[in-house]
Nanobody, 123 residues
Framework: MVHLEASGGGSVQAGGSLTLSCIAS????????CAWLRHGVGKEREGVAA???????SYIDSVKGRYTISRDSIKNDLYLQMNSLTPEDTAIYYC?????????????????WGQGTQVTVSS
């Protein structure tokens, strides 16, 4: 059974940086696409960054140039480097994985989910 463990969240001031990690275990050959999604208070959950099976990446416009998603090809662990954080980035961040993903930033495409890690950015 696939298990995803997200960590690395915390509280930072605007302009700061955080790196999120998602440690994968069990049946990692069950998926080939991975993503980070977030859920802010009063907002819908949204995909922010994804890695496609061919290694290409997708980002929502609001994080382009600030976030970088990466994946350890051997361990299948997933990372999200977040720079120049703003209060609008405050949310619970989830890592997710799936197979046969068509829309890589769409939450319903993903089968496996980590438990979420809180990111809080103060102004």
């Amino acid at each position: 059974m696939v298990h995803l463990e997200a960590s690395g969240g915390g509280s930072v001031q605007a302009g700061g940086s955080l790196t999120l990690s998602c440690i994968a275990s069990g049946g990692t050959n069950s998926y080939n696409s991975c993503a980070w999604l977030r859920h802010g208070v009063g907002k819908e959950r949204e995909g922010v960054a994804a890695i496609h099976p061919d290694g290409t990446t997708s980002y929502i416009d609001s994080v382009k140039g600030r976030y970088t998603i990466s994946r350890d090809s051997i361990k299948n662990d997933l990372y999200l480097q977040m720079n120049s954080l703003t209060p609008e980035d405050t949310a619970i961040y989830y890592c997710a994985a799936g197979r046969w993903v068509a829309d890589h930033l769409r939450e319903l495409e993903y089968t496996y989910w980590g438990q979420g890690t809180q990111v809080t950015v103060s102004s």
